[in-house]
Structure formats: structure tokens, C-alpha cells
């Protein structure tokens, strides 16, 4: 199978997160199995146009906004017959359903909602917030793949239908630990995550 990714990032952009890290796994399994996979995404500063990682094409074209305008020439135009598109959603969707009828997915791993708030001022964040209501509506025929069923619940508020959702937990890339660290003997809190306002650490 031919597989595209549609990412508005990828594994080697310095604002790359966990939604690269559990693609790039995904990807890798897939490349495991024989499929080829085409990871589609924008550019960032020294970034090469194309090279491969794990098996896996990158092609990067755009900027962090630009990118989403550059996916649908890129597909239409690239002559690849790809099999499968995975579209997926960081708050703005690459709006597949509207140039191309061949199988898709949407991978989203949490609906936007409120952290348009954290991300943008006034109206932006208003404007953000309904926007994302109304898109949802050209996928309503897509399957939505996410990795918790608390994102399921969210999908159905925006109408999408439970049948076409599916939650699979993201893939563990690292090693157990063969014995847990001795507690901190003063209650220590660990935060793994970018330290940006919408993750809310300081919350």
C-alpha cells in the first residue's frame, strides 16, 4: 500500500511534539510491513526538501501555514497513485474530503476547542474556536483514528459519529524500567511537555 501522511510537522522540526513521535512509530510499522509511506510537511530553517528517515520520504514545502495550501498541489501533482491519505489534524485539517475521493483517514489526537484561548488573542481565538466547529462537517463520512476515547466523546460533540471513530493507544517506543527510581522523600512533580501556555502547567 501507498501511504501519505499530511502533517503540518515532522520528526526533525525543532517544534516537532508526541503527535510526531507516535506518527513517526506508526510510520515505522508500516514501513515494517512493506507498505511505503510519504510523510508530507513544512519546511523549517535548514531543512532539507526531501530525505528519508526510517524508511519513511519526507517532502517538505511551505511554512507552518502555507503547508496546507502546498499538500493539495503536491498531491494532485506529485504523480504518485497513493492508496491511503492520513490527514491529520493540529486545529487545521488538510480538508481532504474536498480534492481527492480515494480512502482517508483523520488522525487527530485532541479536538483544539479551548486551546485556541491559550494560543491567540482576541477575535483570533473566537474566529479559531468556530471554524473548527464548522470543518468538522466535511468529515463526518471520514473515519476519525485518535489515541484516547476521551477524544472520541469530543468527536461527537462536533457530530461525528461514534461509529466512525476509533481510539488506538499510541505505541510505547521506549524500554520498561526494569525497577522504579526510590521516591523523592519532598512530593516532586515531573512535567514532560514543551513549556508553553497551552499545556497548562502553570495551571
Known amino acids: 500500500m ?49 530525505e528519508v528517515i526510517e524508511g519513511i520520504n519526507i517532502i517538505r514545502r511551505g511554512n507552518i501555514l502555507t503547508v496546507f495550501l502546498h499538500a493539495p498541489i503536491f498531491y494532485l501533482f506529485s504523480g504518485n497513485k497513493f492508496d491511503l491519505i492520513i490527514d491529520e489534524i493540529h486545529g487545521i485539517p488538510f480538508f481532504t474530503p474536498i480534492y481527492t475521493r480515494i480512502p482517508k483517514i483523520a488522525f487527530i ?51 461525528i459519529p461514534n461509529k466512525n471513530c476509533i481510539a488506538i493507544s499510541c505505541p510505547a517506543g521506549n524500554k520498561p524500567l526494569n525497577k522504579l527510581p526510590v521516591k523523592e522523600k519532598i512530593p516532586t512533580f515531573i512535567f514532560v511537555s514543551r513549556v508553553v501556555k497551552m499545556k497548562g502547567i502553570e495551571e
Not at 503540518?8 to 508500516?30: C, F, M, Q, Y
Request: net charge positive; charged share 25%.
Open 2 to 50: 501507498n501511504i501519505l501522511i499530511l502533517n503540518w510537522r515532522d520528526i526533525k522540526n525543532p517544534k516537532s511534539g508526541g503527535a510526531e513521535i507516535v506518527t513517526l512509530e506508526h510510520a515505522k510499522a508500516w514501513v515494517k510491513k512493506g507498505h511505503k509511506v510519504t510523510w508530507f510537511s513544512s519546511e523549517f530553517s535548514k531543512s532539507k526538501d526531501k
Open 109 to 159: 489526537h485532541e479536538t483544539a476547542d479551548e486551546i485556541w484561548n491559550y494560543m491567540y488573542p482576541f477575535p483570533f481565538n473566537k474566529v479559531g474556536i468556530f471554524l473548527e466547529r464548522q470543518y468538522f462537517s466535511l468529515y463526518k463520512k471520514i473515519v476519525f483514528w485518535t489515541d484516547a476515547n476521551s477524544t472520541v466523546s469530543d468527536l461527537e460533540k462536533y457530530g
